[in-house]
């Protein structure tokens, strides 16, 4: 990783650029040397190309600010109350002040960014729950996927990246409502025929649709194709739709369908992934019938890639049963070629065997 960086050590040697090898090993020994020197170290790691970015949440990687930024201009209001955007009659005596005051309101405005964000997090609280709350507090859905898109890539040049594989839900909920309508039927063959018999290729076109406005609107913002264009419209973006795990049944296999579908037709989109709390009780009860729906749709659609959120668990969040083989099912059955997080392995059951494989 760091013999692929020159430019930072070359700028303060004041040497012409050498052949490959010498610079490596000037790097390598420039990097040593700072080793223990946080403000060198800052200034040498941001410069430092870092490849690409696989596992990052669209949703996730925006900033509080833009959200409340974006929420002024759509005319929501602040349920000061739960700190979460909202859609209503705004009425600053009764506790929903419009987010156009808001952002006039410093004291309102960080109580808001810190409830909407890990900013000033207190170690002391449940950090897992407040992670995962942020989400519900962004407001309700609005079209700013292409705002959001300009936002993660732009600051991914500025940082160096060079790739990135952003997850979001490419239908807007469309598959998740067609699965609703249709009803369970735990037969997966049944149920999949059943639900492209129903149309469900509309919800792959408006999928298409959707990204295609999105990136246009990032395009715009970011001037790409202009002398004067953002950095970010040289990164190359693909996407991985995601699922939520917390769903009855016939909704996360809807989504999961769609995944699959809109992978195969559309190259932007690279994989799929599940996602909301790992130990969400829907989550955990159905955690091996949904490793099994992967099992099935992965035999229909070989092509596609499963990427995987994983062993995002700890002892005292779950029973202990429940640490002793998601990643191993996740991989064996789902077909994750990824797993995200991963941090509890070590309570699986032959956890060094179960290395040795995913590393094979």
Same mark, same amino acid.
């Given at each position: 990783?760091?013999?692929?960086?020159?430019?930072?050590?070359?700028?303060?040697?004041?040497?012409?650029?050498?052949?490959?090898?010498?610079?490596?090993?000037?790097?390598?020994?420039?990097?040593?040397?700072?080793?223990?020197?946080?403000?060198?170290?800052?200034?040498?790691?941001?410069?430092?190309?870092?490849?690409?970015?696989?596992?990052?949440?669209? /949703? $996730?990687?925006?900033? &509080? +600010?833009?959200?409340? #930024?974006? %929420? *002024? =201009?759509?005319?929501?209001? @602040?349920?000061?109350?739960?700190?979460?955007?909202?859609?209503?009659?705004?009425?600053?005596?009764?506790?929903?002040?419009?987010?156009?005051?808001?952002?006039?309101?410093?004291?309102?405005?960080?109580?808001?960014?810190?409830?909407?964000?890990?900013?000033?997090?207190?170690?002391?609280?449940?950090?897992?729950?407040?992670?995962?709350?942020?989400?519900?507090?962004?407001?309700?859905?609005?079209?700013? /996927? $292409?705002?959001?898109? &300009? +936002?993660?890539?732009? #600051?991914? %040049? *500025? =940082?160096?990246?060079?790739? @990135?594989?952003?997850?979001?839900?490419?239908?807007?909920?469309?598959?998740?409502?067609?699965?609703?309508?249709?009803?369970?039927?735990?037969?997966?063959?049944?149920?999949?025929?059943?639900?492209?018999?129903?149309?469900?290729?509309?919800?792959?076109?408006?999928?298409?649709?959707?990204?295609?406005?999105?990136?246009?609107?990032?395009?715009?913002?970011?001037?790409?194709?202009?002398?004067?264009?953002?950095? $970010?419209?040289?990164?190359?973006?693909?996407?991985?739709?995601?699922?939520?795990?917390?769903?009855?049944?016939?909704?996360?296999?809807?989504?999961?369908?769609?995944?699959?579908?809109?992978?195969?037709?559309?190259?932007?989109?690279?994989?799929?992934?599940?996602?909301?709390?790992?130990?969400?009780?829907?989550?955990?009860?159905?955690?091996?019938?949904?490793?099994?729906?992967?099992?099935?749709?992965?035999?229909?659609?070989?092509?596609?890639?499963?990427?995987?959120?994983?062993?995002?668990?700890?002892?005292?969040?779950?029973?202990?049963?429940?640490?002793?083989?998601?990643?191993?099912?996740?991989?064996?059955?789902?077909?994750?070629?990824?797993?995200?997080?991963?941090?509890?392995?070590?309570?699986?059951?032959?956890?060094?065997?179960?290395?040795?494989?995913?590393?094979?």
């Amino acid at each position: 990783m760091i013999t692929a960086w020159t430019s930072l050590f070359v700028a303060t040697a004041g040497s012409r650029l050498q052949p490959a090898a010498s610079s490596e090993a000037a790097t390598a020994r420039y990097f040593a040397s700072i080793r223990n020197q946080p403000l060198l170290l800052l200034a040498f790691l941001a410069e430092m190309p870092k490849g690409g970015d696989l596992h990052n949440h669209l /949703t $996730g990687a925006v900033y &509080a +600010e833009s959200y409340l #930024r974006w %929420a *002024a =201009e759509d005319g929501l209001c @602040l349920a000061t109350t739960t700190m979460t955007l909202v859609a209503a009659t705004c009425d600053a005596a009764a506790g929903q002040p419009p987010v156009t005051a808001v952002l006039r309101n410093a004291t309102l405005f960080n109580q808001a960014i810190d409830a909407m964000s890990m900013r000033h997090w207190n170690p002391a609280l449940n950090g897992h729950d407040h992670f995962f709350a942020t989400f519900g507090k962004f407001g309700p859905p609005s079209d700013k /996927t $292409g705002d959001m898109i &300009a +936002e993660v890539v732009a #600051r991914a %040049a *500025a =940082e160096r990246i060079s790739y @990135l594989e952003l997850m979001l839900t490419p239908d807007g909920g469309a598959a998740a409502q067609r699965g609703r309508a249709a009803g369970w039927d735990p037969d997966f063959g049944r149920q999949r025929d059943r639900l492209l018999a129903g149309g469900f290729q509309d919800v792959v076109a408006e999928a298409r649709r959707r990204l295609d406005v999105a990136e246009s609107r990032q395009r715009a913002l970011l001037r790409c194709g202009a002398s004067d264009s953002d950095p $970010g419209c040289r990164i190359v973006v693909r996407y991985i739709s995601q699922v939520g795990r917390a769903g009855v049944p016939e909704q996360v296999f809807a989504q999961m369908l769609a995944g699959f579908e809109i992978a195969t037709e559309d190259p932007r989109f690279v994989g799929l992934n599940l996602v909301q709390p790992e130990d969400d009780p829907t989550a955990l009860r159905d955690f091996s019938q949904q490793m099994a729906m992967l099992d099935f749709l992965h035999a229909k659609y070989p092509g596609v890639q499963i990427a995987l959120h994983a062993g995002e668990l700890g002892e005292g969040l779950v029973p202990p049963e429940a640490l002793r083989f998601h990643i191993r099912e996740s991989v064996r059955t789902g077909h994750a070629r990824r797993i995200g997080h991963g941090g509890g392995v070590m309570y699986e059951d032959d956890p060094l065997g179960l290395l040795r494989e995913m590393a094979a």
